[in-house]
């Protein structure tokens, strides 16, 4: 999907669906950056930095957080926090760490990745996960973390079954991370607090630059020693940052004016989604839009490249990809309730469809 997806550098208006990813910081983020109070991270100097942390920290219920550059980069520190050389960690086979982290576990960690299948709510069956823990047997790998992600594909994940396989972890003297990219999503859909959705969680990482509308950075948590581990691990990974409180007041800023706003993009998704799903040859299936995410499987034919004809209309979409010709809207930030005719017009005027 990521290899189609146009690449844009004007600074033009439009509408893009790509990710949530897209945005730009607002004035009032340039305003928190210009005025960050700074100092040499890794000497843990810098006030905004640790003020970040301690605010991801407390929202996530945990003892203690660390800034790191990216949501790959968070993952893959609570990796190599919990797992060594010939341990491996169970996750879902479609899920980021598994499949859109260039293989980070493996390549850097010595962490044998293994794969499961989701099942129809996108996440992992506590049931599986107990049958996929290898018995200690010196034929196999150490089963050592489990790894969750909420949201996956804009659904918020069954809390109970969360629950569940925390507690199948647990009794098999394994961790549990979830990859929370996007937990803020599942916070407002949910209507329960993030430190709820992670109590059973061992790390959790959050990233800031998705929804929450800041261009860099995610907060790992967990207990102080994991955390105190991450640092030589993030230093390890070229992560430790100097004078970083200017990135670090767009967290704090997205932390205090973005989080509660995530609903009108859930709306947004919604309203889009429904009107699409009007259109002959686009198939979506609604219950699965819970957030901010529009995944659309085109039966249709449409008149030559979807992303073209959007981008002459103004709009930036990826190209539909696989067996089911799919793409994804994103909603976000930068795109307005106002953008949604837009949008439903470019796609009824690709397939020729009368609206
Ligand atoms: C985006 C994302 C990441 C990685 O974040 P980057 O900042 O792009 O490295 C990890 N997990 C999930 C679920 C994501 O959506």
Redesign the pocket.
Known sequence: MYASMPKVTTSNRLIDLR?D?VTRPTAGMREAMANAEVGDDVFGDDPTVSALEESVADLLGKEAGIFV???????LTALLCHCGRGDEYIGGVN???SS??AGGAAVLGGISPRHLQLNEKGGLNAADVEGAIQADDPHYAVSKLVCV?N??SGMVMDQDEIQRTATVAHANNMKLHI????LMNAVVKSGTPAADLVECADSV?L?L??GLGAP???VLCGPKDLIRQAHRVRKLLGGGMRQVGVLAACGLYALQHNIDRLAEDHANAWTMAQRLAEIPGLEIELDKVQTNMVWIDIAGEGKGSLSEHMLARGMITTEPFGAKRTTRLVAHLDFETADIDQVVDGFASWLGASK
């Open positions: 990710s990813t550059s990216s949501g790959t980069q968070s993952n899920y980021h760490i859109l982290e992600e949201t996956y990859d929370g990219a996007r990482s990233c630059s998705k860099i950075g995610s």
